[in-house]
């Protein structure tokens, strides 16, 4: 910006500067009282040629035209416009003394041309000596006198001094000259025709000798009037001015109109010069007179050579003015070139500096912002750091507690599962022991709630809650938990009500979701609200808004008002809340619910409301939020329904230990393998494995069925189901993983490790035996469908089921050595790279046979659809079959079959 200002600056210099030489021009004001003669022509043209010799002077030219008014207008206006310097040439003597004055006043110098005024005050007179001027005419027509001359004098008709001094300095020499007789003085001005003319006729025949005429344009005027008369040759003419020219009075003279005629200088070259003087200050004559001369045939010609000349150099005078003219203004547009160059360089070297400046300047800037940014980056890399380590720190904290609340769910689900045997003993043996079981029954639950809902908070910031909402009747489901409730509202006199203006709504809902909600907010109304108060439960079907709202309302001691906003922010707690409180359940509760689409407001009106507003029909709800079955995670023990109580129909045949079905369970916690191993002994055979050894074991025994921990020390436990799941030889044993990891993710892990059922710590007894029951079931089912179906189990390739790839590749090695009465268990055990013993149990688990009576029922099979379709012999058969003699294979065959092998070719 400040280069930029100087910039302006220069440019503003140099450019008024151009203006000053303009404006710097000497300004000369002329008032020309009119220019309609010859003689005052030819006075502005020598002025003009004499300014215009110098370049700064300019002058300007007024003409009158013979009006005094205009001439002091004329005047007025150069006074106006400031003129350095004013020349008149009067009108008449005193109409102008005034205007005169008030330049002079201003300030401005009058110079007085040819004529003068009545009054002094003026700068400088210049001009010819008039009286002299008519003195000069008187002596010469004296001197040309022999004998007694008759004259006319013809005068100029206005008061100026030449008109007046002229006619005076005339008299002054014919007027006692006894050789003159002056027939007649007349004024000149007007038309001659009725002065001069009429003047001719009065005189008849007298003799005129000489007219003295005030100029040479009047004196050819009565030339050509008396020679009109025919008088011009008896007449001599005298004039005044002897310009030079074709119409001048010298060239009058050379051609006889005139006798004579005085010179009379118009003095416009020297008016100018005396101007510049008085400009420079320099002292000057007030009267400067020029000299006259009379104009007669003897030096006419020689006059006019002079001033021909004269005139010829003016005219080059003329052409060298415009010529320096021409350069001067040639040098003024190169000067204004070069001034403009200079002002371009001027610019073009001011932004050089400017840009050098702002590069050193940017650079300067842009180290500082490297070292600012350095800083600051800096500074990041520590808040990172600094960040990240609080993260870990967080995270590692987060875990701890997540680890220990699993943790905790063990010796839970041990206390409880202990609690529920105590009390089913306790009840089969009509013993009463007092309310202490229900005592840590109930804190045990409830410790239990309070774990799950530290884990949900963390499962809910994960945002890994999926909601899987299935067709729900919500006056039952509500129901249920209201049951849970009543004997504490009993017990504290609570009235606890159920209300529905509608029994039979239903509802698309997350029941492990939405009970948790109910569970925290019926907690929270009594734990706030005191004996003998009311807690009510209200469902109301909105049908014309689609929606159905659960109240809950108590008479507990409310939330202030100002922190209603507040109660479902994590951790908030109410300032008049003196009991402990995790903080965190309202704030689940609102989650859930929003999962469902829903919302959750609060009232506190002399206790506290919240309404839980839910939306019918499931279009609110995307396709993998609904789920048409129930959840087959079992949560917790509040989850326990009455289907999975019926223990008959799962029931496992058989009482003796050897027919037991076996069961590895691989758990590291002692209590939890001592209760499962006193529970379940009765009706398993139990091996353990505290992990470190479960898939050696796995090989060796090759069980019915594994239950396995997740958390174990060397190996987890979707990692050892993995193995198992992915082997020949255990593929087909069902395996239960029993963990306290509750979320979806580890649920997906256990499903993908190809575990049969995934029970979450802390369990229910009855769940854990009815689940080993249903898979012992459907193993049963499964081996029911290999036994009958064996010809059709072919070897299939990776994609299909284990056990069918492991059919598939048995029977392809029997088949191959169908013939091979020698090929044995030993042999086959081990194309399949297993041990006699794993092959055994394997066969077993899936065929419900042993392997050597598998193979001999494979023989058969294939004997007996020889029998049907080919002409061989019964020994040929049984040799093809694999059998060593031909007795041996009828045995054989009608120990399967129930006939001999020729009875079953003769029936078909
Ligand atoms: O004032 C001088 C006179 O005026 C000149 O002689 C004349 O010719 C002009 O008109």
């Not at 710097?24 to 300014?51: D, L, P």
């Not at 005191?530 to 079907?541: K, V």
């Not at 008049?576 to 704030?587: A, D, I, M, P, T």
């Not at 598998?854 to 093809?880: D, H, P, V």
Request: glycine letters at 6%; proline letters at 2%; aromatic letters at 8%.
């Amino acid at each position: 910006m400040r280069y930029l200002f100087y910039i302006s600056f220069v440019m503003l210099f140099v450019f008024s500067s151009c203006k000053n030489d303009q404006s710097g021009k000497i300004q000369i004001g002329f008032s020309q009282c009119t220019s309609n003669s010859h003689w005052r022509k030819n006075m502005n043209y020598s002025m003009q040629v004499q300014a215009s010799v110098f370049s700064n002077v300019e002058l300007s030219i007024y003409d009158s035209q013979n009006s005094p008014q205009n001439q002091i207008k004329d005047i007025k206006s150069m006074i106006r416009n400031e003129v350095d310097i004013i020349i008149v040439s009067p009108l008449e003597p005193h109409l102008i003394v005034d205007v005169v004055k008030e330049a002079e006043n201003r300030g401005i110098p009058v110079i007085l041309l040819d004529r003068k005024i009545n009054s002094n005050a003026y700068t400088a007179f210049l001009g010819a000596d008039n009286l002299e001027v008519g003195r000069k005419a008187g002596d010469y027509i004296v001197s040309s006198a022999k004998e007694k001359l008759n004259i006319i004098e013809v005068k100029g008709g206005d008061k100026s001094t030449p008109a007046v001094e002229r006619s005076l300095g005339f008299h002054q020499v014919i007027d006692n000259n006894s050789k003159i007789n002056l027939l007649r003085s007349i004024d000149g001005s007007g038309d001659l025709a009725e002065s001069f003319g009429p003047l001719l006729d009065s005189l008849g025949n007298q003799a005129i000798d000489f007219a003295y005429f005030f100029n040479d344009e009047m004196a050819m005027e009565g030339w050509k009037i008396a020679k009109a008369k025919g008088l011009e040759n008896n007449i001599k003419f005298i004039g005044v001015d002897g310009l030079n020219g074709p119409d001048g009075g010298i060239q009058m003279v050379q051609d006889g109109v005139l006798e004579a005629s005085l010179l009379y200088p118009t003095g416009g070259a020297e008016v100018v010069k005396l101007a510049l003087k008085v400009l420079n200050g320099e002292e000057v004559a007030k009267n400067n007179l020029l000299s006259t001369t009379i104009i007669d045939q003897f030096n006419a010609s020689i006059l006019k050579d002079q001033l021909n000349r004269i005139h010829q150099q003016q005219i080059e005078i003329e052409d060298q003015v415009e010529i320096i003219t021409k350069k001067e203004e040639l040098f003024a547009s190169q000067n204004m070139l070069v001034k403009a160059l200079v002002v371009f360089l001027l610019i073009i070297l001011s932004l050089t500096v400017y840009s050098v400046y702002s590069i050193r300047a940017i650079r300067k800037k842009n180290r500082q912002l490297e070292i600012t940014n350095k800083k600051i980056t800096v500074q990041r890399n520590q808040i990172e750091k600094i960040a990240e380590e609080i993260k870990i720190t967080n995270e590692a904290k987060i875990n701890f507690f997540t680890g220990l609340s699993h943790e905790l769910k063990t010796p839970l689900t041990l206390i409880l599962s202990s609690i529920e045997s105590i009390d089913e003993m306790v009840r089969e043996r009509g013993v009463r022991i007092g309310n202490e079981v229900e005592l840590i029954q109930t804190n045990s639950n409830r410790l239990l709630r309070l774990i799950n809902q530290l884990l949900d908070f963390r499962k809910n910031e994960e945002q890994k809650f999926q909601l899987k909402a299935s067709r729900t009747n919500l006056f039952e489901f509500s129901l249920n938990i209201f049951k849970d409730f009543k004997r504490e509202a009993k017990k504290r006199n609570i009235d606890f009500k159920l209300e529905s203006n509608k029994q039979d709504l239903m509802l698309f809902l997350d029941r492990n979701l939405m009970d948790k909600v109910y569970f925290n907010l019926l907690s929270n109304a009594f734990k706030f609200t005191p004996d003998n108060g009311t807690i009510t439960i209200t469902i109301l079907d909105d049908e014309e808004k689609g929606c159905v709202s659960v109240h809950i309302k108590d008479s507990g001691i409310g939330i202030p008002e100002k922190e209603l906003k507040n109660v479902f922010e994590a951790f908030f707690k109410g300032s008049n809340n003196r009991k402990n409180s995790s903080g965190v359940g309202l704030h689940l509760s609102k989650q859930f619910i929003e999962l469902h689409k829903g919302y959750i407001n609060v009232n506190c009106l002399k206790g506290t409301e919240f309404i839980i507003t839910l939306r019918k029909g499931k279009t609110h709800l995307n396709d993998d939020e609904i789920t048409e079955e129930q959840d087959i995670i079992a949560s917790n023990f509040l989850d326990l329904s009455p289907e999975y109580t019926n223990d008959d129909f799962f029931s496992v045949q058989g009482d003796t230990e050897k027919e037991k079905p076996s069961l590895l369970i691989v758990e590291d916690n002692k209590d939890l393998l001592m209760f499962l191993q006193k529970k379940l002994t009765a009706e398993y055979k139990i091996y353990f494995s505290d992990g470190t050894n479960a898939i050696e074991k796995a090989f060796d025994l090759i069980p019915d069925v594994i239950i396995c921990d997740v958390n174990l020390p060397e190996m987890n436990g979707f990692e050892i189901c993995k193995i198992i799941k992915e082997d020949l030889r255990t593929s087909h044993i069902p395996t239960v993983i029993l963990t306290a990891l509750s979320d979806k993710d580890s649920y997906l892990e256990g499903l993908q490790a190809g575990a049969d059922l995934y029970l979450t710590k802390p369990f229910s007894y009855a769940v854990l035996s009815q689940s080993i029951k249903s898979l012992l079931y459907n193993r049963e089912n499964l081996r029911y469908y290999y036994t009958n179906n064996i010809y059709k189990v072919r070897q299939t390739n990776s994609s299909g089921n284990l056990e069918q790839i492991f059919i598939g590749k048995l029977n392809e090695i029997i088949q191959n050595n169908i013939d091979n009465e020698d090929f044995s268990v030993e042999n086959l055990a081990d194309r399949l790279g297993m041990s006699r013993s794993q092959l055994y149990r394997k066969v077993k688990a899936i065929l419900g046979m042993s392997i050597s009576e598998y193979i001999i029922q494979f023989r058969l099979e294939i004997a007996k659809n020889m029998l049907s379709t080919s002409t061989l012999s019964i020994s040929e058969i049984g040799y093809k079959s694999g059998f060593s003699s031909p007795n041996y294979f009828s045995t054989a065959f009608k120990k399967q079959y129930g006939s001999s092998p020729l009875s079953f070719r003769k029936v078909i």
